[in-house]
């Protein structure tokens, strides 16, 4: 099947600086990613849909501002968490919709844990 | 508005007992997809599952079946002859109109296989 990863995998960074994280899609093209958080012991949750070469559309609840989304090509998509906090200490998982096969393939997440 | 319920927060059982972990489903559209993911302690989603509202044949792969009842609006997962492996959260999820639709996730149930 196809195959969707994120990097890093694991990252540790102290409170109040930005992390970026990276999803890929290697071997198909995706026009459409998504971003998803899971707090410990707890479901995913969507954050936001990317598309590329347009806007991310957030959902409620989920700060633009501090989750910014860039798709700026069909094989990436980029999250970058601004100002970070111990409370957005988190799993975070994409997904890739692979336009060929009406599928859609989730990463393997990262690990975020702010000090 | 969508929504997935999973009644079952955890489960014991010991190994080789069968076990159904239930799957109660929420959409007003009449085109959906519904799927079973599972996530093992790594944290990585395992795909299991993606079955289309169409399509109510009941599946079996292995020791793993799914029982699809739109009348009940469920989507019941059965391991049978459980393993020690298949301990894990098991996630169903449901997606409206187009499979690469954003995925909203049940609450999951943690399944622990005793030995």
């Known amino acids: 099947g196809a195959v969707v990863s994120q990097h890093p995998s694991r990252v540790i960074c102290k409170s109040g600086t930005s992390v970026k994280i990276e999803c890929r899609s290697l071997d198909f093209q995706a026009t459409t990613m998504f971003w998803y958080r899971q707090f410990p012991k707890q479901s995913l949750m969507l954050m936001a849909t990317s598309n590329e070469g347009s806007k991310a559309t957030y959902e409620q609840g989920v700060e633009k501002d501090k989750f910014l989304i860039n798709h700026a090509s069909l094989t990436l998509s980029t999250l970058t968490v601004t100002s970070a906090h111990p409370e957005d200490s988190s799993f975070y998982i994409c997904s890739a919709t692979d336009d060929r096969y009406n599928e859609q393939f989730f990463g393997p997440g990262t690990r975020l844990t702010v000090l | 508005a969508q929504k997935v319920t999973q009644a079952q927060t955890e489960i014991s059982v010991v190994e080789k007992e069968d076990v159904t972990l239930d799957c109660v489903y929420e959409?007003?559209?009449?085109?959906?997809?519904l799927f079973w993911y599972k996530q093992p302690p790594s944290g990585e989603l395992v795909f299991l599952i993606r079955r289309n509202s169409f399509d109510e044949q009941n599946e079996i792969s292995g020791r793993y079946s799914w029982n699809f009842q739109k009348s009940t609006s469920s989507f019941n997962f059965t391991i049978t002859a459980s393993q020690v492996v298949d301990s894990a959260v098991y996630f169903c999820a449901l997606s409206e109109a187009t499979s690469y639709d954003k995925v909203i996730f049940g609450p999951g149930t943690s399944l622990s296989v005793i030995p």
């Open positions: 959409t007003r559209d009449t085109t959906y997809y």
